[in-house]
């Protein structure tokens, strides 16, 4: 039973930074395309960011610039370094990690910007 286990979500206010992780267990991780979606209230899931097995990355333009996304496949781990937030990045941040045929996501992690 693959798991994703997201820590690093809080309250930060606006301008700060925040940096997500993304633990995951079995032996997939490093075939795994892995990234970070998020959903705001009453707005659909989106992606923020994500991470192939060559490290080539992909962001959402409105992150671009901002946050980083990086991978440890050692440690079958995702990092998602959030900096200068803004309200509008307030949200649940899901992990996600996908391979052919095969799509697990974790519980999510508040993310609240706010002053």
């Known amino acids: 039973q693959v798991q994703l286990v997201e820590s690093g979500g809080g309250l930060v206010q606006p301008g700060g930074s925040l940096r997500l992780s993304c633990a995951a267990s079995?032996?997939?991780?490093?075939?795994?395309?892995v990234g970070w979606y998020r959903q705001a209230p009453g707005k659909q899931r989106e992606l923020v960011a994500n991470?192939?097995?060559?490290?080539?990355?992909k962001y959402a333009d409105s992150v671009e610039g901002r946050f980083t996304i990086s991978r440890d496949n050692a440690k079958n781990t995702v990092y998602l370094q959030m900096n200068s937030l803004k309200p509008e990045d307030t949200a649940v941040y899901y992990c996600?990690?996908?391979?052919?045929?095969?799509?697990?996501w974790g519980q999510g992690t508040q993310v609240t910007v706010s002053s």
């Open positions: 079995g032996t997939i991780f490093r075939i795994a395309v």
């Open positions: 996600n990690m996908r391979t052919t045929g095969l799509d697990y």
């Open positions: 991470i192939a097995p060559d490290s080539s990355t």
